[in-house]
């Protein structure tokens, strides 16, 4: 597993935990969160969806368990914070 380095990210890390796919106007990934992972707040240009498979996470102040989805709109800002290890869905286009 690599790690990446994220805008905004402090302390803990995002690891890919599968693949990412790219294509013009539309990305897709599958995300490890460490517990503690911060990032901090960020706008989007684009919609992004994130469903979370495992774990608890905080975005904003919603928190999401596994089997929830959360779809940020562009122009939104948001922070999240990993409240447990966590793998998610992240989509944006």
Do not use: W
């Not at 690891?15 to 294509?23: F, G, H, I, T, W």
């Not at 774990?55 to 919603?62: F, P, V």
């Amino acid at each position: 597993m690599q790690h990446v380095k994220t805008q905004g990210l402090a302390s803990r890390r995002i690891v890919p935990a599968l693949a990412q796919l790219k294509m013009p106007g539309f990305a897709t990934g599958v995300f490890i969160a460490e517990r503690g992972c911060l990032v901090e707040s960020h706008g989007h240009d684009k919609v992004e969806e994130i469903y979370l498979l495992s774990g608890r996470l905080r975005l904003n102040d919603t928190i999401l368990d596994a089997g929830d989805m959360h779809r940020v709109e562009p122009g939104e800002f948001t922070d999240l914070e990993a409240l447990e290890d966590c793998r998610f869905l992240l989509m944006n286009y």
